[in-house]
């Protein structure tokens, strides 16, 4: 406005030239200055919109397509930083490793054959080929954890070069864990289940019911909800939930003991509480379970979904 | 110049490593969760040319989001708090008044002023940040109760550190 009327000014002044200054500020340049004088007085706000809406893609893009991306715990600066740091936390902790050590030898034990009592004698040996491996093991120390997010990751010290790979089920002594989401060279992502997009297969223990386990809504990191049973369970109040096979994990892996039945739920089927077996806050080890037939499976699962 | 690039670099490096491996691990029956990194940002000296001050406050957030696992999400609410603080001090600081007063500590601007520009940011950052994270209004009681909750205890160790290096400045 002020560049408007010292130009006419001007043009009052040099008659001869008015028409030419009308011209020049109709022009494409003067337009395109007096924006830039726009921007930088409100510069704030418009490097605000820029940065946020970058922010905010990466956000997006990061939770939507749940690609690898470099600005993760599993990178080589953030997990050698954490796994550096864990190293001092481990001596903090030693007794309770001993302890959980102690007792799941003592479980181990008590399943070996050597423990049973055998009322028939063997007559002759013969070479067994009913059973194949299905399912690998292998072990990793966590060094990243947390339980009071509403999405939360654990980052263990495994990674493609020990065999981890992306989709593989984590459980720990005491039950599951969750899934492994991002796999660097020697570090892995595990989406936890306590994780809004957390879901597994699972089942009552005794009558083999099969439901969904997942994360409470209410975000406490002792309680998830087992969703979808047929309302021809008759759950007990303190029943084992065990993993059902279906999902990532072997079948009867633990996952924790009904809390509540009273909670609302669908029509068609019943909802439960489940007090988690696991303590999130407290993982130290935990076994990455490599499915030895799970390529086969999908394999043959994409096919039939292909001739739907 | 150089004095005050040492001393914010330094500051950055301690409140990163003070969020991620001790802060990152307490929190208050999962209710309240402190995030006081956002300090240096709010101690950025006034005169930090606005661009400037949104890559530091972009620099902060996505170090914090590699420790976190959530790229973006304290990145936007970094960048959202750089946005607010320019506002804030805009409004309440006079421009001839950063000669002698080169950053917003409790020393140089007095008790109300800082606790009244600490209060209001962080319950901004709070804010954005926990419904980004939640991404959902159904569960929109929880959420606040969870802003409310941080922000008082990001508050409260915002306000230590800055009576203790009140008490240090005093001494000289």
């Given at each position: 406005?002020?560049?408007?009327?010292?130009?006419?000014?001007?043009?009052?002044?040099?008659?001869?030239?008015?028409?030419?200054?009308?011209?020049?500020?109709?022009?494409?340049?003067?337009?395109?200055?007096?924006?830039?004088?726009?921007?930088?007085?409100?510069?704030?706000?418009?490097?605000?919109?820029?940065?946020?809406?970058?922010?905010?893609?990466?956000?997006?893009?990061?939770?939507?397509?749940?690609?690898?991306?470099?600005?993760?715990?599993?990178?080589?600066?953030?997990?050698?930083?954490?796994?550096?740091?864990?190293?001092?936390?481990?001596?903090?902790?030693?007794?309770?490793?001993?302890?959980?050590?102690?007792?799941?030898?003592?479980?181990?034990?008590?399943?070996?054959?050597?423990?049973?009592?055998?009322?028939?004698?063997?007559?002759?040996?013969?070479?067994?080929?009913?059973?194949?491996?299905?399912?690998?093991?292998?072990?990793?120390?966590?060094?990243?954890?947390?339980?009071?997010?509403?999405?939360?990751?654990?980052?263990?010290?495994?990674?493609?070069?020990?065999?981890?790979?992306?989709?593989?089920?984590?459980?720990?002594?005491?039950?599951?864990?969750?899934?492994?989401?991002?796999?660097?060279?020697?570090?892995?992502?595990?989406?936890?289940?306590?994780?809004?997009?957390?879901?597994?297969?699972?089942?009552?223990?005794?009558?083999?019911?099969?439901?969904?386990?997942?994360?409470?809504?209410?975000?406490?990191?002792?309680?998830?909800?087992?969703?979808?049973?047929?309302?021809?369970?008759?759950?007990?109040?303190?029943?084992?939930?065990?993993?059902?096979?279906?999902?990532?994990?072997p079948e009867g892996i633990p996952i924790g003991r009904i809390s509540n039945l009273h909670i609302k739920g669908g029509g068609y089927s019943l909802n439960m509480e489940v007090a988690l077996s696991v303590d999130f806050s407290k993982l130290l080890f935990v076994n990455v379970v490599e499915n030895k037939f799970a390529t086969e499976q999908s394999g043959l699962e994409a096919q039939q979904k292909k001739n739907e | 110049m150089s004095k005050g690039f040492f001393v914010n670099l330094v500051r950055f490096v301690v409140l990163v490593f003070l969020q991620v491996f001790l802060l990152k691990n307490i929190s208050v029956y999962n209710l309240s969760v402190p995030y006081p990194y956002i300090l240096f940002i709010f101690l950025l000296p006034f005169e930090t040319p606005n661009f400037l001050l949104f890559v530091l406050a972009f620099m902060m957030g996505i170090t914090i989001d590699a420790f976190y696992d959530t790229p973006g999400l304290h990145t936007a609410a970094c960048v959202l708090l750089a946005f607010v603080r320019i506002l804030f001090i805009s409004i309440t600081v006079q421009k001839d008044g950063f000669d002698n007063e080169p950053e917003p500590t409790l020393t140089n601007m007095g008790f109300t002023w800082f606790f009244t520009y600490i209060v209001v940011l962080t319950l901004i950052h709070h804010f954005f940040l926990f419904s980004l994270e939640a991404f959902n209004f159904s569960e929109i009681q929880y959420t606040i109760g969870r802003v409310l909750m941080s922000s008082i205890f990001t508050v409260f160790l915002i306000l230590i550190s800055g009576l203790l290096f009140l008490r240090r400045k005093e001494r000289k």
């Open positions: 406005m002020v560049n408007l009327i010292q130009h006419r000014r001007l043009s009052r002044h040099h008659s001869l030239f008015t028409t030419h200054l009308l011209i020049i500020h109709f022009s494409p340049l003067t337009t395109m200055r007096n924006l830039l004088v726009f921007i930088t007085k409100y510069n704030a706000f418009f490097l605000f919109l820029i940065f946020e809406v970058f922010a905010l893609i990466i956000y997006v893009k990061y939770n939507s397509f749940q690609n690898a991306s470099f600005v993760n715990s599993s990178n080589e600066i953030t997990g050698n930083l954490y796994a550096r740091v864990n190293e001092f936390n481990e001596y903090l902790s030693l007794k309770e490793v001993n302890d959980s050590l102690a007792r799941e030898n003592t479980r181990l034990r008590n399943t070996l054959k050597s423990t049973f009592y055998i009322d028939s004698v063997s007559k002759h040996k013969s070479s067994d080929t009913i059973y194949k491996k299905q399912y690998v093991y292998i072990i990793a120390k966590v060094i990243n954890n947390s339980v009071n997010r509403a999405n939360n990751y654990i980052t263990i010290n495994r990674g493609l070069e020990q065999g981890v790979a992306k989709g593989m089920g984590v459980i720990c002594n005491l039950g599951i864990v969750g899934k492994v989401v991002y796999v660097s060279d020697h570090f892995a992502v595990v989406q936890s289940l306590l994780h809004k997009d957390s879901q597994f297969s699972a089942m009552l223990a005794n009558n083999k019911e099969i439901g969904t386990i997942q994360w409470n809504d209410d975000l406490d990191p002792h309680k998830g909800i087992l969703k979808d049973v047929s309302n021809n369970a008759l759950p007990k109040l303190g029943e084992l939930v065990v993993t059902s096979g279906y999902s990532l994990f | -």
